[in-house]
């Protein structure tokens, strides 16, 4: 790691020392808290907080951000530690600036607290919640929807113990704000979901029912509760050290929660915020009616090309999604998914190309600088496939054609699960399934079309209609048939052509 210039950390007395153009375009200690966003994580302090620390900027408001930290100290504790100020660092191909963010107003962890968290999403003043906490944490079927309820799940919804599962704390939290007559509150999910708006909706109404919640108060979230789609897009990879080096060198001080982002970002959201918002749209969000064929835009044709590198560079022993990009045949196949696959899946918003989107990911993901490990983009496929690119392939189908290169991304992650790299290299298995996945192969013969079959019978992950399309399954199976014999460089080689 390189040496940092100072031993000085980052926090509000050390603003005025920043260079000019690094210091937060406002401070924490100014601003007044109107959003409560659940997930400390490196996405949502490089894209949301950064958006509502511009549109404060820009057009004012009381709309500081309190991060909640559901379960992991790490980030918490670095953020208290710097008066809950942080740097981005954006990383283009040849250049790079580093700026402090000055959005967030407080920080929180949930599982020291869950009280406090039930209260602030109770105060009058909070008027926003915003969500980037995975898949997993929705505790809902990929499939179905239907919510999940756990052993933890459960308690949180029938027992009077503080609430620990993000479901708790929203149902919980809603609950209070309802029997106080708080006001109006939107519910703005930012993860990478399919209609997110929709699934929170539908998770806070199972877990209504679930908890038996059904009287004054279930009645006044229903009609004070909005729960608007939005779709998000910018490459965060995982902070290193060098990361954290970078930001020292451009501050003059450490930054111990420094993260690195990619230049681009996009933020398409709907409106409908009973409570109001930030002047989003000052800071280059897309306000909008409908989010959805944005949202497919992204989770198809950025999401399901990422994820189909991820595998395959994996596979072939690299490390990051630049590399994995490099390999010979690889750019030729994934322009092959985009246009012969995703672009004839669905259409596009209104003067958006997707063959032109399809470009520009491209040209994202070939930035050197841009970290971003296979592994990380490879992690809870079973949460992912579906979204990116199991309704890619039902799409497809549903027009009685075909989705060669969509069912070779599918084969890829089959091959991926089963462990081992082509270079003989154990490959790590970080998925919310991971034991039924490996109970599914523990039995079945090595063959493609065995180890095919088995995993089909994932019915959470993979549903009814695709499962019985023999078209599809075949395809499957030869792609993984040649992913096994050959290995990635050569099958992707000789598919990019």
Known sequence: MTSTVSTTRLGLNAISSLPIESRPLVRPDE????????????????????????????????????????????????LR??????SVTTLGAHTSRTRVVGSLSGVRHAASDPAAIVALLADPAIRVVTLTVTEKAYQLDPVTGELLADEAVAADLTTDRPPLTVPGLLIRGLLARAAADAGPLTLLSCDNLPSNGRRTHGLVGAGLAFGGFTGAEADWIHHNVTFPNSMVDRIVPAATPETLAAAARALGVEDQAAIAAEPYNQWVIEDRFPGGRPAWEQAGAIMTDDAGQWERLK????NGVHSALAYLGALAGKETIADALALPGMEGTLRKLIAEDIAESFEPPAGVSIIGYGDDVLARFANPVILYRTHQVAMDGTQKLPQRLLHTILDRRAAKAEARWATLAVAAWMRFVQGTADDGTALPLNDPLADRIRAALADTPSTPSAVVGALLRIDSVFPAALVADDEVRASITAWLDDLTRHGVAATIEAAGR
Not at 39 to 55: D, K
Not at 299 to 302: A, D, E, G, N
């Open 31 to 78: 601003i007044r808290p109107g959003i409560v966003h659940l997930g400390l994580g490196a996405f949502h302090r490089a894209h949301q907080a950064v958006y509502t620390e511009e549109a404060i900027s820009a057009a004012g408001g009381d709309w500081g951000i309190i991060g909640v930290a559901p379960r992991s100290t790490g980030v918490f504790d670095r």
């Open 81 to 86: 530690a710097q008066d809950n100020l942080f």
């Open 299 to 302: 989770l198809r044709t950025l």
